[in-house]
């Protein structure tokens, strides 16, 4: 080391950790790494920022099985760094990983691609419980309605205190893709919808928003049959609404699950609060909570008319971007969409308030689910016995 690089490592170490760390945050990987190679000082600052976010790569070689390319997983030393991990939906891509323990995992994200459609059979497992328990559990909604069969039970009932949120990027079949990745157990959710492209406008979003509360009224219909969700939390991300445009969002959600809801009790309040300051916990926010056995409880077709349907938030992206529990769970490339496409898609006038509350209205919907009638509440025999 130079005299003149000793004395700048000198001037820079004596920075406080936490400046020198939200420094290095906003350099390139690249640059991270060759940063490291300059001294120990440097590498303990960069190393920490280069494993911090971590996307599992891997590739199945039919002579050697599954490779994993990033060394926070084959290194424990690296593998303590780690606080959000991306994995591949396939079950190949989320087992078989190294048994460490990575003790500040905040959140695992999952994504899904064309390869689960080939290797899709099986369920996915982890190493240990010990070493995937994230504080959030992100499910990247692929495009395709038809992957029921992943098993998010089987994902969930190992991750008991974790945050559910699912990122949908796709308005069409926005109740099944929903419906299929949100276990029956589950009694909270946050829903992120980051719709692209020519997708981003007013109308798809109010349509998927529609098509989730529709289920969420008919409690017992498919694919939300037996649910137990209490509350869920809409995030808005890629366009900008104004003030009024969320609350006539809310009130015409409101009336659309009331008007297809078999409840007949007492009007839940709205659940459209001030959103949390961004000194909020993980401890604040809405958990995975189950039953005493972790599992589904038993359901009483009977008992649909004193079920209230679950209460529904809605947060604009940064609103939720303020929250404590929102950190990790958006990737670059997510917050990157939804920069780009915030100040391209404008609704903030009153023709927007009015366009909402008007397709609301019109809504009729065209299947299987109607508005239930006095003899749907009385079981499946016709009677009350």
Not at 336 to 365: C, L
């Amino acid at each position: 080391m130079t005299s003149s690089q000793g004395v700048h490592d000198a001037g820079f170490t004596a920075l406080p950790p936490e400046l020198i760390i939200a420094i290095a945050s906003h350099l390139p990987r690249p640059d991270l790494a060759r940063l490291s190679r300059v001294s120990s000082f440097y590498r303990s600052v960069c190393v920490k920022r280069l494993y911090m976010e971590v996307e599992d790569h891997v590739i199945v070689w039919p002579e050697h099985g599954i490779v994993h390319l990033r060394p926070p997983l084959n290194n424990p030393d690296y593998a303590k760094h780690v606080r959000c991990l991306q994995v591949s939906a396939r079950p190949e891509g989320c087992c078989r990983l190294p048994p460490f323990t990575l003790p500040h995992l905040d959140v695992l994200r999952v994504q899904f691609g064309s390869q689960y459609h080939i290797y899709g059979d099986g369920a996915p497992e982890f190493a240990s419980a010990d070493a995937y328990t994230p504080r959030t559990l992100v499910m990247e909604l692929p495009n395709d309605p038809y992957y029921s069969d992943f098993p998010m039970s089987y994902l969930t009932s190992r991750m008991k205190s974790t945050q559910l949120v699912l990122l949908l990027r796709n308005f069409g079949f926005a109740d099944a893709a929903v419906s299929n990745f949100t276990p029956r157990c589950t009694r909270t959710v946050t829903i992120v919808v980051l719709l692209r492209g020519r997708q981003c406008t007013l109308e798809r979003l109010v349509t998927a928003l529609m098509s989730i509360c529709l289920r969420l009224a008919n409690q017992d219909c498919t694919p939300f049959q037996y649910h137990q969700l209490q509350h869920v939390r809409f995030v808005i991300g890629g366009m900008t609404l104004s003030r009024a445009c969320y609350d006539q969002l809310l009130r015409s959600l409101l009336k659309h699950i009331k008007r297809y809801s078999y409840y007949t009790g007492p009007d839940v309040p709205a659940q459209y609060t001030a959103p949390e300051s961004a000194s909020t916990t993980a401890s604040d926010a809405p958990k995975l909570q189950h039953g005493p056995s972790g599992d589904d409880t038993p359901y009483d077709y009977a008992d649909r008319s004193q079920r209230p349907p679950p209460t529904i938030e809605i947060l604009s992206m940064d609103e939720y971007l303020s929250l404590g529990s929102s950190r990790y769970v958006l990737s670059e490339d997510d917050l990157k969409d939804h920069r780009e496409q915030v100040t391209e898609h404008v609704f903030d006038d009153a023709g927007a308030v009015a366009k909402i509350k008007k397709q609301v209205e019109e809504y009729q919907h065209v299947g299987m689910i109607m508005r239930p009638m006095e003899s749907d509440l009385s079981g499946p025999d016709g009677n009350d016995d």
